[in-house]
């Protein structure tokens, strides 16, 4: 399974992960971070197929998506 | 026209050279002068002037250049490092004899530095960062009016004496807002016989810097020479606080010379007879005033945002006959106490001294 | 697309906060960069020479070397380096004001010498760090600091167009214009990058990598906006493709 | 009369408006005034602050050393500027953002919750104000009853919708320090 | 070719001696600038702006105002007048190592900007006046004084073609390359010349004329030698004719 | 390698270079310069470097700061104008702490000037032509031995302080030829621990100028003067004759301190007390040397080819306790006979006061 | 009839002239000029048209080809 | 012993291979020596001069205010050395292409022309060789066993075909003033 982090603290909520998601499984938090951004989040990490395409919109270099051995 | 308005520092540049009927501006953006540019832009077409974006500093110069030649009143503006760039057109401008203002918004430097408020391209403008021999007439605001105020001085001079002027501000004096009154317009620029615009009912007008036969450039020299030496007779320029009575008299410009006046209002209060002597000319510098203003005096001490440059004009000026000290920050304009601290530790020593 | 299995943030990239505006398309290019080099093996091998501009702090967040030169000049840099170490990657990163406005001298003259070095020019329009003037790739019409009303023919002339001109010089190997607003095109920007670092290496000349990047701060868009800005409105001017391939 | 004034936060908190209005109303009221930002054009995401300077004669430095009033919109401003304050001085601190405690006990300090305040009043980009409006009522710099007047002059009629806005949050900042027990300063 | 009957001094040639080498084409160029001037009647209209190089003295011989900027920037120069006095003709006299070096930018972004001047480039492939350097223009294989083994691509890249660049530049409204070789060629150099004079006094934009020119001294040949060489060595690398001529 | 050649200033500066294994050279023509480039097209391929000929001065400065962060011991050269377009790299390289060196055959000037000998960029590299607290060392030789000497020095000046360090000549001293003897090579450059090179092994070297917290620019700024004192302390180079009981001291560098000692020698052929101070560094200027040899002074005199710029710096090395009036001519090297002319009036003036 | 006038002081004997004459009546003089050169000439001048193609080539300016009334 | 020779006439004479030629020989002999051109690559068709010093002892100054000796080869050169040369100096003009009396009779001149010269011993670019020639006979500042020797080293073997040639003009010269009645230089 694959899952994708984010650093929420570091992400400036421009929203080019979500846009271009082919899952449409990100959205922006409400919450803000400590640079007084709302953040990227996802909910539903099942649905991603682990396409990093998040990872590679991102400009800020904060997406990283694993692999990880199914339990 | 006398109405009080709140403007920043760079925008009252661009606004002072539009009253002062300039109406081409050439320049290339850097921080902290930047809204000079971009004041200009925005007026100097609604007064049926030109504002060129030059593709680079140099550019600029020489935009200058041939704009003064075809008789034009011209200004540029930038910082530091874009004014490096300018120093082999500021040389063929003072060679050529032609009226031209240049604005320095001076910053953190050497190389990229930063974008600190900086005073340490005295040297560059004072002594001469072009080639050869030639000076620049230095003026030295120490207030968004002042601003306004010399930089129309510096069109008055430099056609007056067809020369290039520079106006020294820095990052703070650029950025910050006052409260300002502009003063009337000055008239056009008056006809400029040698001027290249065609030779409509006229023999051709030529304006360049070579002077291949060696006694023509020795001429030529001192022609310049005898004119600059015409300006220091009559433009010496400064200002004086406290100095009747001065044992301690801090010397400085610009921006630096705000704190540095309410550092010795500070010492003053604290019984220390401080005084400041400000020059408003850098070139020509103030001596014969500093020299008066100093007669009580036991100190001198250089107040600048540099590592020590106005200091040498400082210890000429007063002919060595009193001890000068340096008292700096760099990237900052240092905050009144620093400089009553300053103030106060030598008048302890002056007096252990004295 | 290929599908990428994995994402990790590069080696040649520190892992430090960088000080772009959300949504600013330098962060995606530096990536690239780094991706690159790391992927043909050359971070101890790569001397990266810097601008200023909004990528002035390149050299903080490469992990390789690096160098910060004067605005406009790193082509000129690069040569000193590129002539003092022949088999290292040398690579320029610059902004549209820094390349081609004041660099203009420079990066032409790279070309006509057939310098053996690359630029990663990022082209968004104007200059993004100063705030926001013109430059001399300001589309037509386009609103800046200092063209208030948009940029019009007589006060300013056309769009500069770096990749068509420098594609007439016989020293230039490999010149591209890529874009990077949506996945598709990072890939490609990013081959290019590829492109341009391997015929430099095989000693082919001159590269250059001509990247359409939206700056949203200056252009008063939203990142979103600013994607569509750069594909509605910049393409159209600045058409994408190869302008020069030597294969030697 | 002297009064000096630093204000901070992020890029973007409207800081730099808040002084500017100062400036602006001090101006119009016949003061001496100064206004210095930090600008940073060429650096982005960073913290902006400007200090203002008020005065019945003329201003010597713009700048100074121990601020007699602080308003901080952020927690790093916080952390540079508490050290800084006069002693005896005024400390606004946005308690929506800065969560830290404020550790000088020489000083006044209020915490606003300005973002809260805003939201209450249907006008959430007007923690400015909000915090503006805590400020005015402190310090008595301003004649309040201008306000409206001042604020058409500083922003030369732009914003004239959000106008009422502005006042509405700037009166609820005012409101909500009155309702507090803050010694209204005395400076050193 | 037509027949002339009769032929004067133009009145914009003042009567002096110059200080050009036997066969210098720069005479040449000099001469058929001034009777184009006088032939379009605008000797009172003119503004003759310099450059460093064996031109240097151009402003005491031509007739009329004139200008010695410095090396490289007469571009911006001319820029400058002519955004003062927008209804004269003005225009710049460079050679190579004036316009295509040192003055890169400045030529660049007077296209770019489509500025209504013209620029006379008399391109003889080297420094003339500073004793036969190595130019950006110098032909692969040519001996100059700084390519003693003649000028490689490994040193110095290839020969610069300043018309084929600007050419590519939307500011740009007539651009020519033509020689002076035999007296053909001299009557087609002065129509390009005549051209770009109208070009601008239509206010069409930025104008270029391109004269590939012999300096015999520093090619070490006599006049007539350098004519071949011209024919035989550059016009194959810089070919004649007109590459943009925008009619409005 | 002790054979005595007859050599022309600007090739022997070349061969210098060569002598002194720097192995890269970046510039641009410009007369009376360009002899030093066209040397070095020819011998840098020979010896397996190379010559990069830069499309203008301001890209073979900036060529120079990138051959030395990337390890190498690498030279420019040019003229004033020339010079002057260096200015803002100048100021970076200094910023830097990168090694290099710079030539300067001055010439007539400013503005185009001509091609004549000159001294008038004394202010634009002693006080610093770029912007910012930045020192240049700057080297004055006055023989065509002493511009090999003075070349293969700056190369080691410039790698043990990490600055660029300027060779000061003028259109005579590059055009003329006399004997000379090269010393032997110096050894190539050492391994240089901060130079981007590749990380290899280390982690990234960075090379940068921008300071952009204030602090860090103000620490910048006195690390680098920390250097500049030390320089002081140990670089201070002059020569002196007959300054023993000289009671007219002429100061003078350069060409023109060679026809001032020919002066001087007419002067005490005709019973006049006169000597000859002669500064080889003129950043920094060796004040204390001037002290010492001032010590019978009663009249200084500073010659040079420019409108008094060292002067300025002789009347502050001798703190203001003896005159100091300038001679001088423009656009030529004087002959010996009007500086004994000049010498033997003052001569005359001092004795009357005396 | 035309005749052709050169400043013979100034020429410079580059040989431009001489090379375009159509009528090849033109040579180099074995006299110098001040200047040092062998400076162009013409003997027959009734052999020559007026065209001008010498003056057009001339790099110094100093040929000046005029009607002269035929007398 | 100090003597110095300003050689002058236009670009292309060979009045530089000529101090040339008397700086490389003076210092083969062991003399301090000092070569000054007068240089003009940004200037075309103008004339060339050169200063030669040679002394024994260290050379201060590499200018002279009034030369001991001056070869002129045009006329602009006459006009301008004429009346720089020292007192009792010498003055050799070359009268082939200076037409124009010497004005000064406190000097020692002799015109030579060298062009017939020159072109008898069929030779005509050997004006300067010529000239030369007449230099070292009438100052004998060189050694002339050594001539072909020095020469060939000043050239560093370049021209090593007209070597033959150029020594026979010099000797021209030399003979040609040998016959002459010129006094042998004393300088003052
Ligand atoms: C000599 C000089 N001139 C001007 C500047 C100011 N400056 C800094 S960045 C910049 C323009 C940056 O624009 P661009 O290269 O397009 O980069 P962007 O910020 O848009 O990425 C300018 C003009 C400078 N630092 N140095
Ligand atoms: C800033 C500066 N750099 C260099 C020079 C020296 N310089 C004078 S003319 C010239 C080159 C001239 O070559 P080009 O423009 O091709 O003209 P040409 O003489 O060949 O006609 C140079 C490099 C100068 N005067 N100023
Ligand atoms: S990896 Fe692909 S599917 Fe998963 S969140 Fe990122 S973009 Fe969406
Ligand atoms: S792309 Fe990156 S910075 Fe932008 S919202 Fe997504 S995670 Fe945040
Ligand atoms: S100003 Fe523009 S280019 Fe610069 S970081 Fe922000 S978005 Fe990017
Ligand atoms: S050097 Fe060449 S370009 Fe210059 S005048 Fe002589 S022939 Fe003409
Ligand atoms: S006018 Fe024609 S025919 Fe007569 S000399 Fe001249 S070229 Fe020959
Ligand atoms: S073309 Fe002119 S300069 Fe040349 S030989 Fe003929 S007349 Fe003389
Ligand atoms: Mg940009
Ligand atoms: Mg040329």
Chains 1, 7 share one sequence.
Not at chain 2, 60 to 74: K, P, T
Not at chain 3, 57 to 69: H, Q, R, V
Not at chain 3, 105 to 131: D, K, P
Request: proline content about 6%; hydrophobic content about 40%.
């Amino acid at each position: 399974m694959t899952r994708v982090i984010f650093n929420e603290e570091r992400c400036k909520g421009c929203g080019l992960c979500i846009q271009f998601c082919p899952k449409s499984i990100m959205y922006l938090s409400e919450q803000r971070n400590r640079l007084g951004y709302n953040y990227a989040i996802i909910d539903d990490m099942a649905g991603c197929t682990g396409c990093a395409i998040c990872a590679l919109m991102c400009p800020e270099v904060i997406i990283e998506v694993v692999e990880e051995a199914a339990v | 026209m006398s109405e009080v308005i709140l403007m920043k520092g760079n925008e009252a540049i661009g606004e002072a050279a539009i009253r002062a009927n300039c109406r081409h501006f050439f320049g290339y953006p850097i921080t902290p002068q930047t809204e000079v540019l971009e004041y200009l832009a925005r007026r100097l077409p609604e007064e049926g002037g030109a504002y060129v974006q030059a593709e680079s500093e140099i550019s600029a110069i020489n935009m200058v250049f041939g704009a003064s030649c075809a008789g034009a009143r011209v200004m540029t503006a930038s910082s530091s490092p874009g004014i490096s760039l300018m120093q082999e057109g500021i040389s063929y401008i003072a060679s050529a004899q032609l009226p031209a203002v240049i604005i320095n918004i001076m910053r953190g430097a050497p190389g990229l530095g930063g974008i600190h408020p900086s005073q340490a391209d005295y040297f560059q403008s004072v002594k001469g960062g072009g080639h050869g021999d030639y000076k620049l007439i230095v003026l030295a605001p120490s207030s968004v009016q002042e601003l306004i105020d010399h930089t129309m001085l510096a069109f008055e001079l430099s056609e007056k004496y067809r020369t290039p002027v520079m106006v020294f501000g820095d990052g703070m004096l650029g950025q910050m807002m006052e409260p300002v009154v502009f003063p009337d317009y000055l008239p056009p620029p008056v006809d400029r016989p040698w001027a290249t615009t065609g030779m409509e009912g006229r023999g051709p007008n030529i304006v360049h810097t070579l002077y291949l036969p060696a006694p023509d450039l020795e001429n030529h020299c001192h022609r310049l020479f005898d004119k600059y030496r015409d300006i220091e007779a009559r433009e010496k320029r400064s200002q004086e606080y406290f100095t009747d009575d001065a044992e301690i008299l801090v010397v400085s410009y610009g921006i630096a010379s705000r704190v540095a006046r309410a550092g010795v209002e500070m010492a003053r209060e604290a019984g220390i007879k401080a005084g400041l002597f400000r020059p408003i000319t850098l070139w020509p510098f103030p001596d014969l005033q500093l020299q008066a203003a100093a007669k009580q005096a036991r100190l001198l001490i250089s107040a600048e945002i540099s590592m020590g440059q106005m200091i040498e004009d400082v210890r000429l000026g007063i002919r060595d006959k009193v001890p000068v000290k340096l008292f700096n920050r760099i990237g900052l304009v240092p905050n009144p106490d620093e400089i009553f601290e300053f103030i106060k530790a030598e008048a302890g020593e002056v007096s252990k001294i004295g | 697309m290929a599908k990428i299995k994995g994402y990790q943030r590069p080696q040649t990239l520190h892992d430090k906060p960088w000080h772009f505006c959300p949504g600013c398309h330098h962060g995606i290019v530096h990536r690239l960069c780094a991706e690159v080099v790391e992927e043909m093996g050359l971070q101890s091998q790569t001397i990266g020479v810097g601008s200023v501009g909004c990528g002035v702090f390149s050299y903080n967040y490469f992990n390789f070397d690096g160098i910060g030169p004067s605005h406009g000049r790193a082509p000129a840099v690069a040569t000193g380096v590129k002539r003092v170490l022949p088999d290292k990657l040398v690579f320029t990163y610059q902004g549209d004001g820094d390349l081609a406005a004041i660099g203009t001298t420079e990066m032409v003259h790279s070309a006509v010498r057939g310098e053996n070095i690359t630029i990663i020019f990022v082209n968004n329009t104007l200059y993004g760090m100063t705030g926001g003037q013109m430059a001399p790739t300001t589309l037509m019409g386009q609103q800046t600091t200092t063209t208030p009303r948009g940029r019009t023919r007589e006060q300013a002339g056309y769009p500069m167009k770096v990749c068509e001109m420098l594609a007439t010089m016989d020293g230039s190997a490999y010149i591209a214009r890529t874009a990077v607003f949506n996945p598709a095109q990072v890939l490609k920007t990013k081959k290019a990058i590829r492109k341009a670092f391997e015929t430099q290496m095989a000693g082919l000349g001159f590269s250059l990598v001509e990247v359409l990047s939206a700056c949203p701060t200056n252009w008063g868009m939203n990142p979103l906006e600013a994607l569509d800005h750069v594909k509605d409105n910049m393409l159209p001017v600045y058409p994408l493709g190869e302008f020069k391939l030597k294969k030697e | 009369m002297k009064r000096d004034f630093v204000m901070a936060g992020f890029g973007g908190q409207g800081v730099l408006s808040m002084g500017l209005f100062l400036a602006y109303a001090a101006m119009i009221e016949g003061k001496k005034v100064s206004y210095v930002p930090s600008y940073g054009a060429e650096m982005r995401g960073g913290t902006a602050n400007c200090t203002v300077t008020i005065s019945d004669r003329e201003i010597s430095s713009p700048v100074v050393a121990h601020p007699q009033n602080v308003v901080v919109m952020n927690h790093p401003s916080l952390e540079k500027f508490e050290p800084m304050l006069k002693s005896g001085g005024l400390l606004l601190v946005n308690g929506s953002l800065v969560h830290q405690d404020v550790q000088r006990n020489d000083i006044h300090a209020l915490v606003i919750p300005c973002q809260e305040l805003a939201n209450e009043i249907g006008f959430p980009q007007g923690s400015n104000m909000i915090m503006l409006g805590a400020l005015l009522e402190l310090t008595k710099i301003i004649d309040n009853n201008h306000i409206y007047d001042y604020l058409v002059k500083t922003f030369k009629g732009k914003y004239m919708d959000k106008m009422p806005l502005n006042i509405k949050a700037m009166q609820t900042g005012m409101d909500y320090v009155r309702k507090r027990d803050v010694k209204i300063l005395e400076i050193a």
